[in-house]
């Protein structure tokens, strides 16, 4: 059994992760901001803002096993009414936000002798979608990080990354807050459904495992066939 720090473990995918890991018999050091977990038996949680410019992490254990860096935004909005500072808002939270964290993490889980880091993407970086650019910079560049960082630290530590489409979390409530919205998603994908958490949690703790201890470097899909299927 292992240990595993879950960035952003309150809500929605970060959470669903961090319950099915300790279902499995891991220990989770979990991170909060805004709305506070409990800490319960496997459940260690602490308060992180990323955004922070000076951030405690002497909670991190001297091992780790896994890392897995979950906040993230979805601000869909015409190109023209987006200003550079909301890129730059964005990009310091998902890919600034993951950089600190990694290097901060990373003596930890050296010391693991295998590793493995797991980051977010979305379905927009290899589609293109209608109002998705602010989204899109952001995960495209955690998508190349991915691929860079896999490298660099290959072949003790692996890094992969999850690109989801439309995914039923609590960030995702305004997309479908209705019956019709949901089954408008839903019909946007070819397996005709929206994603669920459990979804994304099980491929996320596969790659986390060692039944996934040759991939690395890769962008995995789970979307429901929409980035690779039409219809």
């Not at 991915?146 to 290959?154: C, F």
């Not at 005709?192 to 949690?201: A, E, L, P, Q, Y």
């Not at 703790?205 to 962008?219: R, Y």
Request: with cysteine; net charge negative.
């Amino acid at each position: 059994m292992g240990n595993f720090l879950v960035i952003g473990a309150s809500s929605g995918i970060g959470n669903a992760i961090a319950l099915q890991l300790i279902k499995e018999g891991h220990e989770v050091y979990g991170t909060f901001n805004s709305h506070p977990i409990e800490s319960v038996q496997n459940f260690n949680t602490h308060h992180l803002n990323v955004l922070d410019e000076s951030i405690d992490f002497s909670f991190i254990p001297t091992t780790l096993h896994g890392l897995i860096y979950c906040p993230g935004t979805i601000n869909l909005r015409p190109f023209a009414r987006i200003q550079p500072s909301d890129f730059l808002q964005d990009f310091n939270l998902q890919v600034g936000g993951a950089v600190k964290v990694i290097q901060a993490a990373l003596p930890a889980l050296k010391n693991s002798g295998s590793a493995s880091i797991l980051l977010f993407s979305t379905v927009a970086v290899q589609l293109g979608l209608n109002f998705h650019t602010q989204v899109a910079a952001s995960k495209g560049a955690i998508e190349g990080l991915t691929k860079a960082l896999s490298a660099e630290l290959a072949p003790n530590i692996r890094v992969n990354c999850i690109a989801p489409s439309l995914t039923d979390t609590p960030l995702a409530a305004s997309l479908l807050n209705s019956e019709q919205k949901m089954e408008a998603n839903a019909l946007r994908h070819p397996l005709k459904r929206v994603g669920t958490v459990n979804d994304i949690s099980e491929m996320a703790c596969f790659l986390l495992s060692d039944k996934s201890s040759w991939i690395t470097g890769q962008i995995l899909h789970v979307d429901g066939g929409m980035s690779s299927i039409k219809m």
